[in-house]
């Protein structure tokens, strides 16, 4: 039977030990004052911003580090092979594509749409790329949209060529995106940055922005992503995925994607991949987006992959392409070809603090991705010669 005095006793003990250790913590402990109470918040919150950024100490070696296969871009039509000078648009969409160029991204992504490039029994994976072994290996996004869907990406409304090797807007109450031609300092700034940085070619933009609405022109604090970002604009995110990634790992994520791409392929085994294998190894992920300070639009995972949800995803356009980006164009194409396709076709709304997310869990991965925190040129809408006849239009991702 329990001594019903030894319940009392072990009460009584730690009774004394926490008077003990209280007086203790207190003799060593300072006085808190408002002051120090406001530097330590300040501390914590500095420490939280430096926890969210801070990169892992257990990933060792990168083995994906320079594992990036070097293609350098070809003239992409026949007459371009001996001059590719004065070329017009209209040259472009008539023009035979030169020999050995495979299908071009990114292309137009309208329901019905269809290019002029027989691509034969070529196929681009119609499945989640996670259901045939492929992660995501990188993360980046474009000013504006590369590809083209009519109704939803396709706005060049009252856009003109600012000098900078892309495209500027001007405003009026409805408009394609942030105008570099308002009186507002508060929407004027990030214009100014954007084209000051000046290299980057704009794209196609949505249909959403409203200089009415504050959610399309408050500015927002940028605290991980380039401060060329901007609340209204449109961009492009893409998700580059390989089957031959360093998947489940902590060098998946790279920059440049390339290598990350290729880097458990060495080039001799590469050299014996026919352009089905690559297709079925390699692919992008594309959805479109309109930035808005506005946190009922947060999405907190975006550096894993394409949101899948409600109308995200849902209405997907898949097609055999290459890699993008203002070093190709209709005149020179790119050689990382044929690579899988799938683009959302809708525009979407998501918030400013959604990618600034996104930027500080890139500044978490082992390799350096601080090249990739801001927004890429947009390559020119691909010719319909050079983009493939095999579009398929699916439902649901």
Not at 22 to 45: D, I, N, R
């Amino acid at each position: 039977m329990v001594n019903p005095a030894i319940p009392s006793i072990a009460a009584v003990v730690f009774l004394c030990w926490a008077i003990a250790m209280t007086v203790l913590y207190t003799k060593k402990s300072p006085a808190a004052t408002p002051s120090a109470s406001a530097s330590s918040t300040s501390s914590s919150s500095d420490d939280v911003m430096a926890l969210m950024t801070h990169r892992s100490a257990f990933g060792g070696d990168n083995v994906c580090a320079g594992a990036k296969i070097d293609a350098a871009n070809i003239p992409c039509m026949e007459d371009m092979l001996e001059d590719a000078s004065n070329v017009t648009a209209e040259f472009r969409s008539t023009e035979v594509a030169a020999s050995g160029i495979g299908p071009q991204a990114g292309a137009n992504v309208t329901k019905g749409y269809e290019g002029s490039m027989d691509v034969g029994d070529l196929m681009p994976i119609t499945d989640p790329y996670y259901t045939k072994g492929l992660c995501p290996v990188n993360v980046h996004w474009h000013l504006g949209a590369e590809h083209y869907s009519a109704g939803e990406y396709d706005c060049t409304e009252n856009m003109h060529d600012d000098g900078h090797d892309h495209r500027a807007l001007e405003g009026h109450t409805k408009q394609c995106g942030p105008s570099d031609g308002t009186s507002r300092s508060d929407i004027h700034e990030p214009n100014e940055r954007r084209l000051a940085a000046g290299k980057a070619r704009q794209g196609f933009q949505c249909n959403f922005y409203d200089d009415s609405d504050a959610k399309f022109t408050t500015p927002y604090e940028w605290k991980f992503c380039d401060k060329t970002m901007e609340v209204g604009q449109t961009y492009e995110v893409h998700w580059p995925h390989s089957a031959a990634g360093a998947c489940g790992t902590p060098n998946q994520y790279q920059t440049p994607f390339y290598d990350g791409v290729f880097c458990n392929l060495p080039l001799e085994a590469f050299k014996t991949l026919k352009p089905q294998d690559i297709a079925s190894a390699v692919g992008v992920q594309a959805q479109i987006y309109t930035i808005v300070n506005d946190e009922a639009y947060y999405y907190p995972d975006l550096i894993k992959g394409m949101v899948v949800e409600g109308d995200f995803g849902k209405d997907m356009a898949i097609y055999t392409g290459s890699t993008t980006g203002t070093s190709r164009d209709n005149v020179m194409c790119s050689q990382y070809t044929p690579i899988t396709w799938q683009v959302d076709r809708k525009c979407h709304l998501i918030s400013a603090s959604s990618f600034d997310k996104m930027c500080a869990d890139m500044l978490t991965q082992q390799d350096d991705m601080s090249d990739d925190l801001y927004a890429h040129g947009s390559r020119e809408l691909v010719a319909d010669v050079l983009a493939a006849n095999n579009q398929q239009n699916l439902r649901k991702m």
